[in-house]
Protein backbone atom coordinates (compact mmCIF):
# COMPACT_ATOMS: atom_id res chain seq x y z
CA UNK A 1 0.00 0.00 0.00
CA UNK A 2 1.10 3.03 -0.58
CA UNK A 3 1.89 6.02 1.15
CA UNK A 4 -0.59 9.26 1.57
CA UNK A 5 0.76 12.03 -0.51
CA UNK A 6 2.99 15.14 1.96
CA UNK A 7 1.29 17.80 1.95
CA UNK A 8 2.78 21.02 -0.23
CA UNK A 9 2.58 24.49 1.03
CA UNK A 10 3.48 27.30 -0.60
CA UNK A 11 4.93 30.45 1.62
CA UNK A 12 5.17 33.84 1.20
CA UNK A 13 8.08 35.29 2.61
CA UNK A 14 9.20 39.02 2.98
CA UNK A 15 10.13 41.38 1.19
CA UNK A 16 10.80 43.41 3.91
CA UNK A 17 12.35 43.02 7.55
CA UNK A 18 12.16 40.06 9.14
CA UNK A 19 9.13 38.98 10.39
CA UNK A 20 7.26 39.79 7.86
CA UNK A 21 5.46 35.95 7.97
CA UNK A 22 1.83 34.65 9.13
CA UNK A 23 1.82 32.71 12.39
CA UNK A 24 0.21 30.03 10.57
CA UNK A 25 2.69 29.49 7.69
CA UNK A 26 5.55 29.65 10.53
CA UNK A 27 3.68 26.62 11.54
CA UNK A 28 3.87 25.15 8.49
CA UNK A 29 7.52 25.59 8.01
CA UNK A 30 8.46 24.36 11.78
CA UNK A 31 6.35 21.09 10.54
CA UNK A 32 7.71 20.66 7.06
CA UNK A 33 9.88 17.97 5.96
CA UNK A 34 11.43 19.48 3.15
CA UNK A 35 11.94 23.23 2.33
CA UNK A 36 12.71 24.18 -1.23
CA UNK A 37 14.21 27.62 -1.68
CA UNK A 38 14.25 29.47 -4.89
CA UNK A 39 17.59 31.27 -5.60
CA UNK A 40 17.86 33.43 -8.90
CA UNK A 41 20.59 31.94 -11.06
CA UNK A 42 23.77 33.97 -10.93
CA UNK A 43 23.54 34.83 -7.24
CA UNK A 44 25.12 33.30 -3.94
CA UNK A 45 22.15 33.58 -1.68
CA UNK A 46 18.60 33.00 -2.07
CA UNK A 47 16.20 36.48 -1.51
CA UNK A 48 14.03 33.87 0.61
CA UNK A 49 15.95 32.72 3.28
CA UNK A 50 17.72 36.28 3.66
CA UNK A 51 13.80 37.34 4.44
CA UNK A 52 13.23 34.40 7.06
CA UNK A 53 16.45 35.69 9.31
CA UNK A 54 15.95 34.94 12.60
CA UNK A 55 13.78 31.42 11.92
CA UNK A 56 15.06 28.54 12.48
CA UNK A 57 14.87 26.26 9.98
CA UNK A 58 16.91 22.65 10.15
CA UNK A 59 19.44 22.86 7.40
CA UNK A 60 19.16 19.15 6.42
CA UNK A 61 14.99 20.22 5.74
CA UNK A 62 16.58 23.19 3.00
CA UNK A 63 16.63 22.48 -0.67
CA UNK A 64 17.73 25.33 -2.83
CA UNK A 65 16.87 25.65 -6.48
CA UNK A 66 18.66 27.69 -8.70
CA UNK A 67 15.83 29.23 -10.77
CA UNK A 68 16.12 30.42 -14.79
CA UNK A 69 14.01 33.25 -15.30
CA UNK A 70 14.47 33.12 -19.18
CA UNK A 71 11.61 34.56 -21.52
CA UNK A 72 11.90 31.63 -23.79
CA UNK A 73 8.36 30.37 -22.37
CA UNK A 74 9.62 26.58 -23.71
CA UNK A 75 12.50 26.87 -21.46
CA UNK A 76 10.16 28.30 -18.45
CA UNK A 77 7.74 25.27 -18.87
CA UNK A 78 10.69 22.55 -18.87
CA UNK A 79 12.15 23.95 -15.91
CA UNK A 80 9.14 24.31 -14.20
CA UNK A 81 7.89 20.81 -15.51
CA UNK A 82 11.72 19.19 -14.35
CA UNK A 83 10.84 21.32 -10.86
CA UNK A 84 7.93 19.71 -9.99
CA UNK A 85 8.76 16.17 -10.99
CA UNK A 86 11.01 16.19 -8.16
CA UNK A 87 8.58 18.00 -5.62
CA UNK A 88 6.25 15.35 -6.83
CA UNK A 89 8.40 12.51 -5.60
CA UNK A 90 9.19 13.46 -2.39
CA UNK A 91 5.33 14.03 -1.98
CA UNK A 92 4.49 10.74 -2.85
CA UNK A 93 6.70 9.22 -0.04
CA UNK A 94 4.74 11.01 2.16
CA UNK A 95 7.03 13.94 2.61
CA UNK A 96 5.56 17.81 3.25
CA UNK A 97 7.17 20.49 1.22
CA UNK A 98 6.99 24.25 1.91
CA UNK A 99 8.02 26.16 -1.47
CA UNK A 100 9.45 29.40 -0.26
CA UNK A 101 8.44 32.76 -2.98
CA UNK A 102 9.32 35.92 -2.14
CA UNK A 103 5.68 38.53 -1.42
CA UNK A 104 2.61 36.89 -1.81
CA UNK A 105 2.22 33.43 -2.78
CA UNK A 106 -0.21 34.74 -6.03
CA UNK A 107 0.88 38.13 -6.99
CA UNK A 108 3.14 37.39 -10.44
CA UNK A 109 4.85 34.98 -8.27
CA UNK A 110 6.81 31.44 -10.11
CA UNK A 111 4.87 29.79 -7.10
CA UNK A 112 1.60 29.58 -9.24
CA UNK A 113 3.68 27.86 -12.21
CA UNK A 114 5.04 25.36 -9.71
CA UNK A 115 1.35 24.93 -8.10
CA UNK A 116 -0.39 24.09 -11.52
CA UNK A 117 2.59 21.40 -12.60
CA UNK A 118 2.10 19.58 -9.54
CA UNK A 119 -1.73 19.39 -9.53
CA UNK A 120 -1.81 18.17 -13.25
CA UNK A 121 1.07 15.62 -11.43
CA UNK A 122 -0.87 15.12 -8.31
CA UNK A 123 -4.39 15.76 -8.85
CA UNK A 124 -5.63 15.17 -5.37
CA UNK A 125 -2.53 16.95 -3.43
CA UNK A 126 -3.13 17.96 0.01
CA UNK A 127 -1.78 21.30 -0.65
CA UNK A 128 -2.75 24.84 1.32
CA UNK A 129 -1.14 28.51 0.14
CA UNK A 130 -0.37 31.50 2.77
CA UNK A 131 -0.63 35.02 1.13
CA UNK A 132 2.26 36.81 1.70
CA UNK A 133 2.89 40.49 2.11
CA UNK A 134 3.01 42.22 -1.32
CA UNK A 135 6.55 44.05 -2.34
CA UNK A 136 3.98 47.30 -3.06
CA UNK A 137 2.41 46.94 0.79
CA UNK A 138 6.17 46.58 1.79
CA UNK A 139 7.04 49.22 0.06
CA UNK A 140 4.23 51.78 0.75
CA UNK A 141 4.75 50.54 4.65
CA UNK A 142 8.43 51.55 4.34
CA UNK A 143 8.15 54.63 2.97
CA UNK A 144 4.16 55.73 4.90
CA UNK A 145 3.21 55.92 1.49
CA UNK A 146 -0.54 55.71 1.13
CA UNK A 147 -1.68 53.35 -1.74
CA UNK A 148 -5.07 54.19 -1.78
CA UNK A 149 -7.49 56.34 -0.04
CA UNK A 150 -10.76 56.99 -0.83
CA UNK A 151 -12.19 56.45 -4.33
CA UNK A 152 -8.55 56.87 -6.28
CA UNK A 153 -8.44 53.97 -8.91
CA UNK A 154 -5.38 51.89 -8.20
CA UNK A 155 -3.82 50.02 -11.16
CA UNK A 156 -1.06 47.11 -10.70
CA UNK A 157 1.01 46.28 -13.63
CA UNK A 158 4.53 45.02 -15.08
CA UNK A 159 5.97 47.62 -16.53
CA UNK A 160 4.84 48.14 -20.37
CA UNK A 161 7.42 47.79 -22.99
CA UNK A 162 6.80 51.70 -23.86
CA UNK A 163 6.54 54.84 -22.68
CA UNK A 164 3.22 55.91 -24.38
CA UNK A 165 1.71 52.80 -23.03
CA UNK A 166 2.88 53.66 -19.51
CA UNK A 167 1.61 57.63 -20.14
CA UNK A 168 -1.94 56.26 -20.82
CA UNK A 169 -2.04 54.10 -17.80
CA UNK A 170 -1.06 57.15 -15.71
CA UNK A 171 -3.46 59.05 -16.91
CA UNK A 172 -6.59 56.61 -16.75
CA UNK A 173 -5.65 55.99 -12.94
CA UNK A 174 -4.71 58.06 -9.92
CA UNK A 175 -2.21 55.16 -8.99
CA UNK A 176 0.07 52.84 -10.49
CA UNK A 177 2.36 50.40 -8.73
CA UNK A 178 4.86 49.32 -11.36
CA UNK A 179 6.57 46.03 -10.92
CA UNK A 180 9.14 44.71 -12.74
CA UNK A 181 10.56 47.42 -14.19
CA UNK A 182 14.42 46.50 -14.57
CA UNK A 183 16.61 47.93 -17.44
CA UNK A 184 13.64 50.25 -18.06
CA UNK A 185 13.79 52.74 -15.38
CA UNK A 186 15.97 54.97 -17.06
CA UNK A 187 13.35 56.02 -19.53
CA UNK A 188 9.96 55.61 -16.51
CA UNK A 189 11.97 58.31 -14.60
CA UNK A 190 11.88 60.52 -17.74
CA UNK A 191 9.03 60.19 -18.23
CA UNK A 192 7.53 60.47 -14.72
CA UNK A 193 9.39 63.69 -14.61
CA UNK A 194 8.10 65.02 -18.16
CA UNK A 195 4.75 64.57 -16.51
CA UNK A 196 5.51 67.15 -14.04
CA UNK A 197 4.70 64.09 -11.04
CA UNK A 198 8.23 63.37 -10.01
CA UNK A 199 7.68 64.78 -6.58
CA UNK A 200 4.68 62.59 -5.97
CA UNK A 201 6.18 59.18 -6.78
CA UNK A 202 8.59 56.93 -4.31
CA UNK A 203 10.66 54.20 -5.33
CA UNK A 204 11.89 51.17 -3.15
CA UNK A 205 14.09 48.49 -3.58
CA UNK A 206 15.91 45.66 -1.47
CA UNK A 207 13.17 46.33 1.73
CA UNK A 208 15.22 45.20 5.07
CA UNK A 209 18.09 43.19 3.04
CA UNK A 210 21.09 44.98 2.01
CA UNK A 211 21.74 47.55 -0.92
CA UNK A 212 17.75 48.93 0.43
CA UNK A 213 16.90 52.02 -1.55
CA UNK A 214 13.86 54.00 -0.45
CA UNK A 215 12.85 57.22 -2.40
CA UNK A 216 9.80 59.28 -1.43
CA UNK A 217 9.87 61.71 -4.26
CA UNK A 218 12.33 60.44 -7.71
CA UNK A 219 13.16 63.42 -9.17
CA UNK A 220 16.71 63.40 -8.30
CA UNK A 221 16.91 59.34 -8.79
CA UNK A 222 19.61 58.26 -10.93
CA UNK A 223 18.60 55.17 -13.07
CA UNK A 224 22.04 53.55 -13.38
CA UNK A 225 21.93 53.64 -9.29
CA UNK A 226 18.93 52.55 -8.84
CA UNK A 227 17.51 49.38 -11.07
CA UNK A 228 17.93 46.19 -9.79
CA UNK A 229 16.23 42.98 -9.13
CA UNK A 230 13.16 43.43 -6.14
CA UNK A 231 12.62 47.10 -7.37
CA UNK A 232 9.11 48.66 -7.00
CA UNK A 233 7.84 51.89 -8.23
CA UNK A 234 4.55 54.14 -6.81
CA UNK A 235 3.46 56.20 -9.00
CA UNK A 236 0.83 59.13 -8.18
CA UNK A 237 -0.83 61.25 -10.82
CA UNK A 238 -1.86 64.13 -8.88
CA UNK A 239 -1.09 65.29 -5.11
CA UNK A 240 -2.11 63.70 -2.24
CA UNK A 241 -5.23 65.56 -0.97
CA UNK A 242 -4.84 67.07 2.43
CA UNK A 243 -8.12 65.28 4.40
Given at each position: ??????T???V??G????????????????????????R???T??S????????????????????????????????H??H???????????????????IGDS?????????L?A???????L???????I?????????L????G??????????????P???????????????????A???????????????????F?RR????????A???G??V????????????V?????E??
Open positions: MSAPLGFWGGVPGPAGYLPLAALEALRLADLVYAPARGEKVALQCLAGVEIDPLKLREIEFNMDPDRSVLSEYALADGIALELRAGRSVAYLTLTYSTYGYVALRERLPDPQRTFPGTSYAAAAAAAWPLEGKERVLILPCPETQELRRDIETHDIVVLMKVGRLGWVLDLLREMGIAQHCAAIGLPGELLSGVELAGEAMGYLATLLRRNPRER
